[in-house]
């Protein structure tokens, strides 16, 4: 028998997890947030092409600072978003690859609250597009771990890197090769290797979808993000300065969509009507459905000017609007 769920308030407050939600609400959004708590995800979008979760980057600011631990983020995605998949990060429960009881305590979780874990997303673990081939070894070898801990958690996926450090053909080579050998490993667990875009070489979608291709692996593929198209930042880091040169999202997403095993949909802004500022939801949407895409859409809000919470609400509402838009 599955355990019933407390009341909301009461949860989120046993939690201490009433200040994630804190500050000002635009009007529009408190009409979605009133919404969400009364009617299921299922009855609110019945015809749409695609199923929500939730990454768990999303909270990453109140699971950094505390104030949400990480087996809590497991009910907490249920009774405040009434969203039923969800993608971990790794970076919250690093030194607990190989605890099965911890491991354990995830599934139990999951189970007793209906949710299903869909991937891990990996990061630190090292550059499948190492140069050099010690290196690169020894990158593949720390992301075992994690394939076993997908497995063990009924995850289909885990999300890497395809970092490397030199020109684009140098780079695409060496990811080809680390890619081909995780996945090979990776299959005998029936887990898939995707690749998102996330920054220099990967966040160019015909450069990933080659590399993809190349590997020659059915369960090597991508995870297509929204954002993250960044392919030049001024100090030439993934992550670290200025953006300099960025690649088209829209022609990224549809470059990459063919190998998608999973979509991140990004967003950081909103405008009064609640569209995402910087992605077109409409156009983004329209060219996953045309790629046939019916699985899982992960939700990932960074933006700064709502809380998470209210980040994640507002992301929810405009999957659901746009998706049963399109049906």
Same mark, same amino acid.
């Given at each position: 028998?599955? *355990? *019933?769920?407390?009341?909301?308030?009461?949860?989120?407050?046993?939690?201490?997890?009433?200040?994630?939600?804190?500050?000002?609400?635009?009007?529009?959004?408190?009409?979605?947030?009133?919404?969400?708590?009364?009617?299921?995800?299922?009855?609110?979008?019945?015809?749409?092409?695609?199923?929500?979760?939730?990454?768990?980057?999303?909270?990453?600011?109140?699971?950094?600072?505390?104030?949400?631990?990480?087996?809590?983020?497991?009910?907490?995605?249920?009774?405040?978003?009434?969203?039923?998949?969800?993608?971990?990060?790794?970076?919250?429960?690093?030194?607990?690859? *190989?605890?099965?009881?911890?491991?354990?305590?995830?599934?139990?979780?999951?189970?007793?609250?209906?949710?299903?874990?869909?991937?891990?997303?990996?990061?630190?673990?090292?550059?499948?597009?190492?140069?050099?081939?010690?290196?690169?070894?020894?990158?593949?070898?720390?992301?075992?771990?994690?394939?076993?801990?997908?497995?063990?958690?009924?995850?289909?996926?885990?999300?890497?890197?395809?970092?490397?450090?030199?020109?684009?053909?140098?780079?695409?080579?060496?990811?080809?090769?680390?890619?081909?050998?995780?996945?090979?490993?990776?299959?005998?667990?029936?887990?898939?290797?995707?690749?998102?875009?996330? $920054?220099?070489?990967?966040?160019?979608?015909?450069?990933?979808?080659?590399?993809?291709?190349?590997? $020659?692996?059915?369960?090597?593929?991508?995870?297509?993000?929204?954002?993250?198209?960044?392919?030049?930042?001024?100090?030439?880091?993934?992550?670290?300065?200025?953006?300099?040169?960025?690649?088209?999202?829209?022609?990224?997403?549809?470059?990459?969509?063919?190998?998608?095993?999973?979509?991140?949909?990004?967003?950081?802004?909103?405008?009064?009507?609640?569209?995402?500022?910087?992605?077109?939801?409409?156009?983004?949407? *329209?060219?996953?459905?045309?790629?046939?895409?019916?699985?899982?859409?992960?939700?990932?809000?960074?933006?700064?000017?709502?809380?998470?919470?209210?980040?994640?609400?507002?992301?929810?509402?405009?999957?659901?609007?746009?998706?049963?838009?399109?049906?």
């Amino acid at each position: 028998m599955k *355990q *019933q769920h407390p009341p909301r308030r009461v949860f989120i407050k046993n939690l201490g997890l009433l200040s994630l939600g804190a500050g000002l609400t635009p009007l529009w959004l408190q009409g979605c947030q009133n919404k969400a708590e009364t009617t299921s995800t299922s009855e609110t979008s019945p015809a749409m092409f695609f199923k929500i979760s939730l990454a768990q980057w999303s909270l990453h600011k109140a699971l950094f600072g505390g104030e949400l631990k990480h087996l809590d983020f497991i009910p907490f995605t249920r009774e405040k978003f009434d969203i039923d998949a969800v993608e971990y990060v790794n970076a919250f429960f690093k030194d607990k690859a *190989q605890d099965k009881a911890f491991l354990g305590e995830m599934n139990k979780r999951a189970d007793d609250n209906g949710i299903k874990n869909l991937l891990i997303m990996v990061d630190g673990e090292g550059y499948l597009g190492d140069r050099d081939e010690t290196s690169r070894n020894q990158a593949i070898d720390q992301h075992k771990k994690w394939v076993e801990a997908a497995q063990f958690l009924g995850c289909h996926s885990i999300r890497v890197n395809a970092f490397g450090r030199g020109t684009a053909e140098e780079v695409g080579a060496s990811a080809t090769a680390g890619l081909r050998r995780l996945s090979e490993f990776a299959k005998d667990y029936d887990i898939n290797v995707i690749v998102e875009n996330h $920054g220099s070489h990967s966040s160019n979608g015909q450069w990933l979808a080659k590399v993809i291709k190349d590997t $020659g692996m059915d369960n090597c593929g991508t995870l297509p993000d929204f954002g993250n198209f960044c392919i030049r930042r001024s100090d030439d880091s993934e992550w670290g300065g200025e953006c300099v040169e960025e690649y088209d999202r829209y022609k990224g997403v549809a470059e990459m969509m063919p190998h998608a095993k999973g979509v991140s949909a990004k967003t950081n802004n909103f405008d009064e009507a609640g569209n995402c500022v910087e992605t077109d939801y409409n156009k983004m949407l *329209q060219i996953v459905k045309d790629a046939g895409y019916t699985g899982h859409i992960g939700i990932e809000y960074e933006g700064t000017e709502l809380s998470e919470v209210d980040g994640i609400m507002a992301t929810k509402a405009l999957m659901e609007k746009v998706g049963r838009d399109l049906g």
